[in-house]
């Protein structure tokens, strides 16, 4: 059985920065790409930022050159800097393993609000 673990959200005020965390455990399996998602009330889950196995990594638009994301094996990271009210979601993680497998993790909440 494979678990998806995320850390790190909370509230921040606009401008501040926070650093989402999620590992992966249980059984081996081999990585095609590691990905952060969120949904925001209303409206529908959207990718934020993707690394894949090439190395390649994409972004969202609304989050070029504020958010960051990387990969240490099992791990991934999300290091969002410069937030806004509009990046308040829940964060999810998503792994893709080689057999084309998908696992989710459970959400963090992310608030940008004085």
């Known amino acids: 059985q494979v678990q998806l673990v995320e850390s790190g959200g909370g509230l921040v005020q606009p401008g501040g920065s926070l650093r989402l965390s999620c590992v992966v455990s249980?059984?081996?399996?081999?990585?095609?790409?590691m990905a952060w998602y969120r949904q925001a009330p209303g409206k529908e889950r959207e990718l934020v930022a993707v690394?894949?196995?090439?190395?390649t990594i994409t972004y969202v638009d609304s989050v070029k050159g504020r958010f960051t994301i990387s990969r240490d094996n099992a791990k991934v990271y999300l290091q969002m800097n410069s937030l806004k009210s509009e990046d308040t979601a829940v964060y999810y993680c998503?792994?893709?393993?080689?057999?084309?497998?998908?696992?989710w993790g459970q959400g963090t909440q992310v608030t940008v609000s004085s």
């Open positions: 998503n792994v893709v393993a080689m057999s084309r497998s998908v696992y």
């Open positions: 690394v894949r196995s090439t190395g």
């Open positions: 249980g059984r081996a399996f081999s990585i095609n790409a």
